[in-house]
């Protein structure tokens, strides 16, 4: 470890030392300060040191948030292990996908989703720990894991990873986007210039922390030396209160999240006088509302789990219908397919270059080396920027197909194969169609086998029996045939040109 590296251990330890009586997690019933944070991720990594993990091991986190939730990535910022969050919407059958590409030396995971795990082989595991209540047969409580003991040195860098989020699905497995302590401190570091965060502020962590929304707003506040407040499950009613309760000063938000809140606050007469930003997307009404009824601002912005979070923000009244200006330090550009820059005004895929720019994907060298090309990270998207440097969404790459639906991912692709698997199905092709309360749904586009019938709850249930539940189709439309192309391809543009309202 050279002198000018940081990780995210170091900022606990920061914390701690300039702040240490001031609260660092909030729950329902507990407290937590710096210091007290300091000392749990000190005992749970000299426990997780003593049954056998070590740098580069990955550890699989399953549950909703919880302080023990970071007390686990905090032991990993010390140890060097990898923390791989899992996804806990997703199906047994998808869970089994992730843990099989972690490869994980251990499992923390809450007593409920125990029940995901069948067909995986536990006798892999170094530690398999127990997260809240129990007890369960094989599984240790993660609370004997905490440890009065010095344990082992560990020399952790910047460049070294921290956690793998899981993003683009293929072949119905998510790849994994590898961070390192020096991306989300640069994101960090980012975010507390461009919102002036300070350790007075306060986060609301409803978002989960499986997401790089929910990670990297938490870990931006605890580098400012603030408090996350945490939820487990997202509760309207219970957060809308907790600004007060907590002077909460910002919160992140995909829709319908921010419509809930509004109305849950307007339900409880939740006054939110300290509130200050709102970061995210969702419908010019809800926003409107937001700073009609508050005295909050919305920002907005692009980014990916590729990019440790956003690589451009704005206040979203700058420019209403952009993602805001490129953060200072990071280069955005569009790019033509030769990977040439284009001129103001023109669409080109967005590319991003600079300290937010994740390390690869795990164990898929065709996939970054694919993502890097042209020296630049491709995110797949398109884009445009005006003569002022605000970038505007465009769209996906046909190869990105993705529907945004809740601030959850879904790629059209895991959804047809489990539809085309069904013996009425001829073809089928999954677009992404806008939604008042979702941002986006998923609509399916069926061709049925001749003489066969299937009905909308038929094709849904069949999807949710395979994948999660926000995965299943909203819309289910019929048509006689799928437009094709000359390689007997579905044409998914003419799909989307004819069907997508």
């Not at 609301?204 to 603030?226: D, K, M, N, Y």
């Amino acid at each position: 470890m050279g002198t000018r590296d940081r990780t995210l251990y170091h900022h606990l330890q920061q914390n701690a030392k300039n702040a240490g009586s001031d609260a660092a997690i909030i729950d329902s019933d507990r407290s937590i300060t710096h210091a007290q944070l300091l000392e749990r991720v000190d005992r749970l990594t000299a426990g997780i040191e003593r049954n056998g993990i070590a740098k580069g091991d990955r550890i699989c986190i399953l549950g909703q948030n919880s302080i023990e939730y970071f007390d686990l990535y905090g032991a990993c910022a010390k140890s060097g292990a990898i923390a791989y969050p899992i996804n806990w919407r997703l199906t047994a059958e998808e869970v089994l996908q992730v843990l099989k590409l972690a490869d994980p030396q251990m499992l923390a995971i809450d007593a409920m989703y125990v029940p995901s795990l069948e067909g995986f082989d536990l006798d892999g595991l170094r530690v398999r720990a127990l997260v809240g209540e129990g007890p369960v047969d094989g599984f240790t409580p993660l609370t004997d894991l905490y440890m009065d003991d010095e344990g082992a040195k560990f020399e952790v860098g910047s460049e070294d990873p921290f956690v793998i989020i899981s993003t683009a699905a293929v072949a119905g497995v998510p790849r994994g986007a590898v961070l390192t302590h020096g991306n989300l401190i640069a994101a960090g570091d980012l975010m507390i210039e461009a919102l002036g965060l300070t350790s007075a502020d306060r986060h609301l962590a409803a978002l989960p922390l499986f997401h790089i929304t929910g990670l990297g707003l938490s870990l931006g506040v605890a580098q400012a030396g603030g408090a996350n407040v945490v939820t487990q499950a997202f509760d309207p009613a219970l957060s809308a209160q907790l600004v007060d309760k907590h002077a909460v000063t910002l919160l992140a938000s995909f829709p319908p999240v921010l419509t809930m809140l509004l109305e849950a606050r307007q339900a409880s007469g939740a006054q939110w006088d300290s509130l200050r930003y709102v970061l995210g997307l969702d419908a010019p009404d809800t926003i409107q509302r937001l700073l009609t009824e508050t005295k909050a601002e919305f920002w907005t912005g692009f980014g990916q789990s590729e990019t440790s979070g956003v690589v451009t923000m704005g206040n979203v009244m700058e420019k209403p219908g952009s993602a805001g200006r490129p953060v200072p330090g990071v280069e955005v550009v569009c790019l033509d397919e030769n990977g040439e820059e284009v001129a103001t005004g023109e669409p080109g895929e967005i590319a991003v270059r600079g300290p937010l720019v994740f390390a690869g994907y795990w164990r898929d060298g065709d996939a970054t080396d694919f993502a890097s090309r042209h020296g630049w990270h491709h995110t797949g998207d398109l884009g445009k920027f005006d003569s002022d440097g605000y970038l505007y969404y465009v769209g996906r790459k046909p190869e990105k197909e993705l529907i945004k639906s809740g601030g959850e991912n879904v790629y059209p692709a895991e959804v047809e194969r489990i539809i085309q698997e069904l013996p009425q199905v001829e073809g089928v092709c999954v677009i992404g169609v806008p939604d008042e309360k979702w941002g986006e749904a998923v609509k399916a586009v069926v061709e049925l086998v001749p003489g066969e019938k299937i009905s909308e709850m038929q094709i849904a249930d069949a999807v949710a029996s395979r994948i999660a539940a926000f995965k299943k189709p909203r819309y289910v439309e019929y048509v006689e045939r799928l437009p094709r192309l000359p390689d007997g391809e579905i044409d998914r543009a003419t799909v989307k040109s004819d069907h997508g309202e």
